[in-house]
Each structure stands twice: as C-alpha cells, then as structure tokens.
C-alpha cells in the first residue's frame, strides 16, 4: 500500500512537470519568453514553481525575432577573460547565442548570432583537473573568442556541442541559413535599392560611346559578372566573347564608373591568361585600345593591384599580365598582398587586442601585425586610381581574378570621386554594384554556414574595405551623410545571416537560391530607421574630389570595431557631437511646439464668429527659436 502510494505521488510530480516543460519552453509563436507559474497541492505536496520554469526566469525577457526557435537553453559558466567565471543560463535559437548571468552580483548578457561563430570545439576531457576545465571553446568572426564550462559528469556538454554545432552551421548539415527562416517585416523593400539600368542613367549611360550589353543575361558569357554590362560602343559581343577566353573566370574589362566632365572611366576585369609562354590575343588588345579611345585618353592606364613578383608567378598557372605587346597602355603594379596575407594580419591583430591589450608594447605590436599598413596600401592604390580618372585619363583595374582587390580600389576610388557614394542610400548602391553584383565571394571569403573554419578561401577582404572607409570618414568628418553606426551594422550583419545581403558567391548564385524573393535585404533594416545612422556633421559638396592621406601617421586603428568587446575600452561619443546631438533634440523640440501653437491659432480664427470691426487686426507674432 506504502509503495502504491509512492508511486502515485511520483506520477503526480511528473504530471506538473511536463505541464510546466510545455508551457514554459512553447516558443514557436512568441516574441518572448514567459516564466509559467504553477501551484499545485497534491497529497500535502506543494508546488510553487516546477524547477524548469526557476530555470527560465533568467531568458524570460529575452525578445525572438519572428521565424527564431528556441533550440535548448542549460545552465552554465561563462569563463570571461576580463574577470572571473560567471554561473548563469545559456540560450541557443536557430539564430543565437544568448547568455546571462545568474549572479545577483553580476549583470552580464552575451548576444552572439551564431553565423559569427567560426569553430566550436571541445575544451578538456572527463578526467581533466583544474576549476572550469571541462566545457566549450567558441571563436568568432567578430573579433572574439568565448570558453564555457560545465560539470564533468554525465557527458553535460555532448547535447549543447551537437545542437550547437549543428545550428552554427547549417549548410553543413543540409539546414537553411537563417536568412530563410526569418519572418521580419519593413516597410521598404531594399532589395529595390540597386537598379543597374537606374544607375547607369545617373551616370549619363548609354551615351555614343558607351553601350549597354545584355549578352550575359543568362551568365553565358560570365558566372560571376551581373547580368547587365557597359562596353565601348565599337565593340561587338562576338569581340567579348573572345576577350572573355583571354581573361580569367571569363571577367572581361567592363566599365563601372564614368567621369561626367572628362569622360574617363574606370573599368574593372581579370587578368589575362598569359602563361609561361607569353601567349597574346589580339582582341582582347584591341579591346583595351577601345576603352582608351572612348574619351581619348593618350595612354590607358593599367592598375594591377598585385606585387610584381607575385604577377610573374601567376604566369605559372596560367594568368599574368599586359606586357608590352599592349600599345598605348601603361602598368602600374600597386604592391597590395594577397587574400592569404590579410587573413593572417587580422589574426596577428586578433591576438593583440583580444582578450587584453598590452599596454606596454602596443605599437610594436600593432606594427608587427601589418593591418594598417595592408590598409595604408588599399587607399594608396585608390588615390592613385581616382587622380588619375579626375586628370581625364581612363584606368582599367585588376588584380587576379578581380573581385577582392579590385573591389577594393574600384568602390574606394569611386568613394572619392563621386559624392554620391558619400551618402547613405548611394554607399548602399556602391556595395551592391561593385561587391555584391560583381561577385565578390562572400560565402567562401566569410564561410557562411560552413564548419570548415581552416578553409584557405577565407580572408576578410571586405572587412579591410570598411575600414578604409572608415579612415575615410575620420579625416572628412563632414563629407559622408552616414555615421561610424552604419559601418559597424554592416559588419555585424556580414556575418549573421540575418539577412540575404551578403549570402553566396555572385549573382547567378543568389538568382538559384532565389535570395531575392526568400530573404529580406539588409538595407530594409538600415532604411527604416535612417535617423540612427546620419551623421549630423554632413554637409553636401557636390563634385568635390577626397584625398585622404594615405600615411602610417595619420592612419588610426578601429577600436570601435576591432576592440569593442574589451569592457576597459570605454567607447565615448565626442563632446562636440554630443552638444550637436541635444541642439538638434532642443530644435525639434521648439518646432514642435511651434506647431502646437499655430495648430492652436488656426482652431481658434475656426471657431471666431466672422464679423466686420473697426478694431485694426493685431500683428502676427512668429516664434523664432534659438536656432
């Protein structure tokens, strides 16, 4: 009787706890989570809170995005490296990492969209020794690295590790991005904010010696290139499919930006497939001479974005360079290293900024990493290209397959050139026709998705262009209409996977997986809320040309962005912006009250009985503000 009675209170218990469990951990169709709060009373047994729900008390303000589940929360120990462990809950989504705290003492959140994460791995084994040993190691994209522990028993870690190894990369295991799962709603579509054809015009194309070609509207000639191109009128589209078999990957020299006064433009394309033997191809030289005599530039410059010695030894596996068999064109080598030689900067970086920075040795350090003199190089480059377009000479520019350095400098260049770039939608535009619709390789140079974090394609080529930006931005605070804000929003969400910006290889891959209609555009985000990332300095200098100073004294490292996960690094915003920031508040503020008042004037000169008087009318009062 006493064993029946046991094991009808057993029942009981598990009964209130898969209540508790089903209400408590039901996410699918909420924005938060809701702590449930069961009290029972069940043969003397009472049950105030079923101990799965104490357990998510911690995530009960944690907001989802619409299409975010919840995949498995577990208590935890985050192992920071800036104080001590830290006891609290971590949270995975299909999205996320989410950690707090547990510790009254301690406030702490970690908020890590799981498409930043670049390897997990296993930290210690069941017969480790020492405090904290046993748990999870998590390196990131973004600058970070993050160590959680767990209790060494029961194998604690396999069923996190799993799901979260699972969930960081999707594609490995045959999931969709979630780009694809996401469900938020704006009101502007951005994928609109490109127009090719719309851009053109802007630019004055066509015109009578620059045409508009559709022979890659079904990537034939290209799968890499956009759909829609510029040419020299007096090329042919049998001319560019012999040039394209002389140039790398098919990327023929096509023009991306046109000089409205001068009509010099610069053009983008690969290099050509020399080879050891020195081979030549006679259209792809006449071609390059068409580009010359459009505007009638007496020798077209050639920017090869490569060292000299590194141009020489593509000869060996096919590529190369214009030699001199190029009449009327010039070489210039601009010496910018290649995709592997900045991905080991950064991680030479990485190690001197995270997690501690040591103060003692910083420039030494900071110079033994060779990022800002890779980025001193990248905008040398640019400058040289934009002066010689704004002297009225044409430039073609290349590197070896021209979508990492020629990016670079062509989008740099046009920065400085064209004030158009240097606002908030037009930066947009910039990026998605010179990074986006000319195939930069954004999965294999980021790893969207894919666990194989030693991948040699991966490299932060786009990464190394924001931050040329950005020393843009320090030294013409006034030129550009968006702030330091939009850049690091952008880089965030280079690697989240939020949205289907920055998602594949090229054009035609996006077309297959039909990114367009599946995903929403980062710049939906970014245009709903504008306000955010103005720069209340810009003031607009139509046809101004930027020379930044391209020297190691006037270049800055990021901190912003490369050592914002350093809570010693406090990040202040300048006085003077902060004053400019509350004169605009205290301006909005009196307009607004102007507004009520004449509001007010207007209702009451309604509501006045319309009789004739001999009593003059009394002189309107404006209101002026103070400024």
Same mark, same amino acid.
């Given at each position: 009787m006493k064993r029946s009675r046991q094991l009808n209170v057993l029942k009981r218990r598990r009964a209130v706890l898969m209540v508790s469990r089903l209400s408590g951990s039901d996410t699918r169709h909420r924005r938060k989570y809701r702590t449930p709060r069961i009290t029972c009373d069940m043969d003397g047994l009472q049950i105030h809170t079923s101990r799965e729900s104490l357990k998510m008390e911690l995530l009960a303000d944690v907001s989802l995005l619409p299409g975010e589940e919840r995949i498995i929360d577990k208590d935890i120990i985050y192992v920071c490296p800036f104080n001590r462990a830290v006891k609290g809950k971590v949270l995975i989504t299909n999205y996320r990492l989410y950690f707090k705290s547990s510790e009254a003492d301690v406030v702490m959140a970690l908020d890590v969209p799981l498409g930043a994460i670049c390897r997990v791995e296993k930290m210690g084994g069941a017969s480790s020794r020492g405090e904290n040993s046993y748990g999870l190691e998590i390196t990131c994209k973004d600058m970070r690295n993050l160590r959680f522990a767990l209790k060494q028993e029961g194998h604690?870690?396999?069923?996190?590790?799993?799901?979260?190894?699972?969930?960081?990369?999707?594609?490995?295991?045959?999931?969709?991005?979630?780009?694809?799962?996401?469900?938020?709603?704006?009101?502007?579509?951005?994928?609109?904010?490109?127009?090719? #054809?719309?851009?053109?015009?802007?630019?004055?194309?066509?015109?009578?010696?620059?045409?508009?070609?559709?022979?890659?509207?079904?990537?034939?000639?290209?799968?890499?290139?956009?759909?829609?191109?510029?040419?020299?009128?007096?090329?042919?589209?049998?001319?560019?499919?012999?040039?394209?078999?002389?140039?790398?990957?098919?990327?023929?020299?096509?023009?991306?930006?046109?000089?409205?006064?001068?009509?010099?433009?610069?053009?983008?394309?690969?290099?050509?497939?020399?080879?050891?033997?020195?081979?030549?191809?006679?259209?792809?030289?006449?071609?390059?001479?068409?580009?010359?005599?459009?505007?009638?530039?007496?020798?077209?410059?050639?920017?090869?974005?490569?060292?000299?010695?590194?141009?020489?030894?593509?000869?060996?596996?096919?590529?190369?360079?214009?030699?001199?068999?190029?009449?009327?064109?010039?070489?210039?080598?601009?010496d910018i290293q290649n995709i592997h030689v900045m991905r080991e900067s950064l991680k030479k970086l990485k190690d001197i900024v995270y997690p501690n920075v040591e103060e003692s040795h910083w420039l030494s350090s900071l110079e033994s990493t060779h990022w800002l003199e890779h980025v001193k190089l990248v905008l040398s480059g640019a400058i040289q290209v934009a002066d010689k377009v704004s002297s009225g000479?044409?430039?073609?520019?290349?590197?070896?397959?021209?979508?990492?350095?020629?990016?670079?400098?062509?989008?740099?260049? #046009?920065?400085?050139?064209?004030?158009?770039?240097?606002?908030?939608?037009?930066?947009?535009?910039?990026?998605?026709?010179?990074?986006?619709?000319?195939?930069?390789?954004?999965?294999?140079?980021?790893?969207?998705?894919?666990?194989?974090?030693?991948?040699?394609?991966?490299?932060?080529?786009?990464?190394?262009?924001?931050?040329c930006v950005w020393q843009m931005t320090?030294?013409?605070?006034?030129?550009?209409?968006?702030?330091?804000?939009?850049?690091?929003?952008?880089?965030?969400?280079?690697?989240?996977?939020?949205?289907?910006?920055?998602?594949?290889?090229?054009?035609?891959?996006?077309?297959?997986?039909?990114?367009?209609?599946?995903?929403?555009?980062?710049?939906?985000?970014?245009?709903?809320? #504008?306000?955010?990332?103005?720069?209340?300095?810009?003031?607009?200098?139509?046809?101004?040309?930027?020379?930044?100073?391209?020297s190691m004294r006037h270049l800055e490292l990021w901190v912003t962005y490369y050592i914002r996960w350093n809570p010693r690094i406090r990040q202040q915003v300048s006085p003077v912006e902060q004053r400019y920031m509350e004169l605009l508040a205290l301006r909005d503020e009196y307009l607004k009250k102007l507004e009520e008042l004449q509001q007010s004037s207007s209702s009451r000169l309604a509501?006045?009985?319309?009789?004739?008087?001999?009593?003059?009318?009394?002189?309107?009062?404006?209101?002026?503000?103070?400024?």
């Open positions: 604690s870690r396999r069923d996190i590790f799993e799901l979260l190894f699972k969930h960081a990369f999707p594609l490995s295991h045959g999931l969709p991005l979630f780009a694809y799962m996401s469900q938020e709603k704006y009101g502007e579509n951005g994928w609109n904010i490109y127009k090719p #054809m719309d851009e053109f015009r802007r630019q004055g194309l066509p015109n009578s010696k620059w045409r508009v070609t559709f022979i890659n509207n079904n990537y034939e000639v290209c799968d890499t290139y956009p759909t829609i191109l510029a040419v020299p009128v007096k090329s042919k589209d049998e001319d560019l499919r012999r040039v394209a078999a002389f140039r790398s990957r098919g990327r023929i020299p096509v023009l991306s930006w046109i000089h409205r006064e001068n009509q010099a433009v610069i053009a983008r394309c690969s290099q050509p497939l020399v080879g050891m033997s020195g081979k030549r191809n006679k259209d792809d030289e006449r071609y390059l001479d068409m580009i010359r005599e459009a505007n009638n530039t007496e020798k077209l410059t050639i920017y090869d974005a490569r060292p000299s010695v590194n141009a020489v030894a593509n000869k060996a596996t096919g590529g190369g360079y214009e030699g001199d068999e190029y009449q009327n064109a010039e070489l210039v080598f601009l000479n044409s430039v073609v520019v290349h590197c070896s397959d021209g979508w990492d350095r020629t990016a670079q400098l062509t989008s740099l260049a #046009m920065l400085m050139l064209d004030s158009h770039y240097r606002t908030l939608r037009g930066f947009q535009v910039l990026i998605e026709k010179e990074w986006i619709s000319f195939g930069h390789k954004f999965a294999s140079r980021i790893g969207h998705g894919d666990k194989n974090h030693a991948d040699q394609d991966r490299s932060p080529i786009f990464v190394q262009f924001i931050d320090k030294q013409f605070p006034t030129a550009f209409e968006f702030n330091e804000r939009l850049l690091l929003t952008i880089l965030d969400h280079l690697y989240s996977c939020c949205f289907g910006t920055f998602l594949y290889n090229c054009e035609s891959a996006r077309d297959q997986h039909e990114v367009r209609s599946k995903t929403v555009s980062l710049w939906s985000l970014v245009n709903s809320r #504008m306000e955010i990332y103005l720069n209340p300095f810009y003031t607009p200098e139509s046809g101004r040309v930027l020379y930044p100073v391209a509501n006045t009985p319309n009789t004739t008087s001999s009593t003059p009318p009394q002189p309107y009062t404006e209101l002026h503000t103070p400024l």
